[in-house]
């Protein structure tokens, strides 16, 4: 199958801004709970008719500060409930929020805020302030700087007092589904991020979609209400679409700024959503953790049998969904339930204890690890997307989840592979074009249809596979082109290995730089009676070096011998954004990575 189209389940709104549903919730039902607010360790609910209060009490103040209608303010801060303030606000006088993440570097930095032109800046402490202040005399139309943690909002709402509601609405009464809702930059691993331009009917038409067709995701069971704990930056459009679909559908939205899982997990135990959004290295860290503690109780071989036990039923149920199969049998369903307290529940406790779907995205998530949580009992639906496609392009259904592919287009949207094996997107999600350069923008829209730069196939259900990205194929001097995608993949599966990258362009074989998982590392050490080590003091421990060479053998299994990781090297430091070798959404800089590790990667290749 080469293209594929699904009919439209929303229709476009025809007049109207993102706004408008936080002014309409609060008339409509002003006591219905909408947002939990963390303050000193308890959560709080908040109303929609407190929500209404709140932006529009913000949105006085923006006004009173000189921000006008179709003007960028740019914000600077990690996942938390006054950016969700601020968005909305600023949408509802025809302002344009622009997300720079917080750990953006100087240079960075100057760059969003000049190439948008933004005439304010919203920072959260003060670290980015001085970030900002150091690059201010470069940018003459930077008029304003507040920081939250120093009582922006507050002071906001203090200046606003004299301006009317009414100029508020009649701001928001001039906006309209075409208008400019933001600018969200690319992560920039192959170059200058560039701005995708996103309309008010953009995050419309995804948000409703996703909400009228992931009804099941977005819905909860009698007596619960709909929530979800909001731990994706706000600065990435995947977490700007969950926080506007969130609002739009009255799904009780809370905000988590920290990813790491000594401070996500107790308050997914506190929020106790219904369901969460998030990356594979979540469910990654989740399985991962869920197996050390089995191990640490002397438990692995009834886990690893529930583990089997979970992709064989889920396995099942995926083959009955398309009519290759029986399901489960008596036999399995009788096992599986064996399993039910003694490990799933568990699992499911780690997320709260309510969640019953999730949606992934960002990366990549394994086959084996998606059915392991839906035989848990979670159903993780994962798609695929763009910031140019605002977020989601495509998403496994309800009811029809084939694991190991991103699932059919999203209804209103189709999906083409050109002849060389690259993605094309149409439909209501697609950007409007990136600011500033439109010969970037002309090398991405052809004819309505927007060329991602990745690499797929689509099976005969509709169903998309990625399988890798025209920039970051691999040529051997032998002439082997090489996806690197899958492999890094599975390699980093292993509880050892945190993270991979494939080098081998101009080279005679694949060869692959590594780096430690060291939680993992310190689990393994300590079910071994061994000291705890430092990563780089482990690098070339036999033992160590020894179960990350079976995780390379396993990932071969993948590909023919001419593809396969030929030899690899453990570093003893992570790559990270701080060095400039990842992305603020955690991709490879694989430029980066091979220029800072030129010397291990020559050592690869010596005689």
């Not at 009919?7 to 007049?15: E, G, L, Q, R």
């Amino acid at each position: 199958m080469r293209e594929i189209t699904v009919p439209p389940v929303v229709t476009a709104a025809p007049v109207g801004g993102l706004a408008d549903a936080v002014f309409r919730h609060a008339q409509e039902d002003p006591g219905r709970v909408v947002l939990g607010r963390k303050g000193g360790g308890v959560w709080r609910d908040v109303t929609s008719g407190e929500l209404a209060a709140e932006v529009l009490a913000l949105a006085r103040g923006l006004l009173a500060q000189g921000v006008r209608f179709g003007e960028r303010v740019a914000v600077m801060s990690r996942t938390r409930y006054e950016w969700t303030l601020f968005d909305f606000a600023l949408w509802a006088i025809g302002a344009q929020p622009v997300p720079v993440y917080p750990t953006s570097s100087v240079e960075q930095v100057h760059w969003i805020l000049q190439d948008s032109d933004c005439t304010a800046c919203v920072v959260e402490d003060e670290d980015q302030a001085m970030t900002v202040g150091s690059v201010i005399e470069r940018l003459p139309h930077l008029r304003r700087l507040w920081q939250l943690d120093a009582g922006a909002v507050e002071a906001l709402v203090a200046d606003g007092r004299g301006v009317s509601d009414d100029l508020v609405h009649r701001h928001r009464a001039a906006v309209t589904p075409d208008a400019v809702a933001t600018v969200i930059y690319t992560s920039g691993t192959t170059g200058r991020p560039k701005g995708c331009v996103l309309t008010h009917g953009n995050f419309m038409f995804e948000a409703d979609t996703m909400v009228a067709r992931w009804e099941s995701v977005f819905q909860a069971g009698p007596g619960e209400q709909p929530s979800t704990l909001l731990f994706l930056p706000l600065a990435h459009v995947f977490g700007r679409m969950v926080e506007v679909a969130a609002v739009r559908a009255r799904v009780k939205l809370g905000h988590q700024p920290v990813l790491a899982a000594a401070e996500l997990l107790p308050d997914l135990a506190a929020f106790r959503p219904t369901f969460v959004l998030g990356v594979p290295y979540v469910f990654e860290k989740v399985f991962a953790a869920a197996r050390r503690k089995a191990e640490a109780e002397g438990r692995t071989g009834p886990f690893d049998r529930a583990v089997e036990t979970a992709v064989r039923y889920a396995e099942a149920r995926e083959q009955k969904a398309f009519g290759v199969g029986p399901g489960p049998s008596a036999a399995l369903r009788m096992e599986h339930q064996l399993f039910e307290k003694l490990v799933y529940g568990k699992v499911r406790e780690a997320l709260g204890g309510r969640v019953r779907h999730a949606m992934s995205g960002g990366s990549a998530m394994s086959r084996r690890l998606g059915l392991f949580f839906d035989g848990a009992g979670i159903t993780v639906f994962e798609g695929y997307g763009l910031t140019e496609s605002c977020a989601a392009a495509t998403a496994n259904p309800p009811g029809a989840t084939k694991y190991g592919t991103v699932g059919r287009p999203i209804p209103g949207a189709a999906v083409h592979i050109a002849d060389d094996g690259e993605i094309w997107l149409h439909g209501g999600h697609v950007f409007a074009g990136y600011l500033n350069d439109p010969r970037a923008t002309e090398a991405v829209l052809r004819g309505g249809w927007l060329a991602t730069g990745d690499l797929g196939r689509l099976d005969e259900d509709g169903y998309l596979t990625i399988t890798g990205r025209k920039k970051e194929i691999l040529v051997t001097s032998n002439g082997k082109s090489v996806s690197p995608t899958a492999l890094e993949e599975r390699v980093r599966s292993h509880p050892l290995v945190a993270q991979c990258v494939l080098v081998g362009n101009d080279r005679p074989y694949v060869a692959a730089l590594l780096t430690l998982d060291m939680e993992g590392v310190a689990h393994w050490l300590s079910m071994r009676g061994r000291p705890q080590l430092p990563a780089a003091q482990l690098i070339h421990d036999p033992d160590l070096t020894a179960e990350v060479r079976r995780a390379v053998v396993a990932a071969n299994t993948l590909v023919s011998q001419a593809e396969a990781i030929r030899t690899f090297r453990v570093l003893g430091e992570q790559f990270t954004e701080e060095r400039g070798l990842l992305t603020p959404s955690l991709k490879l800089k694989r430029r980066a990575i091979e220029k800072a590790y030129a010397m291990e990667v020559a050592a690869l290749y010596q005689p």
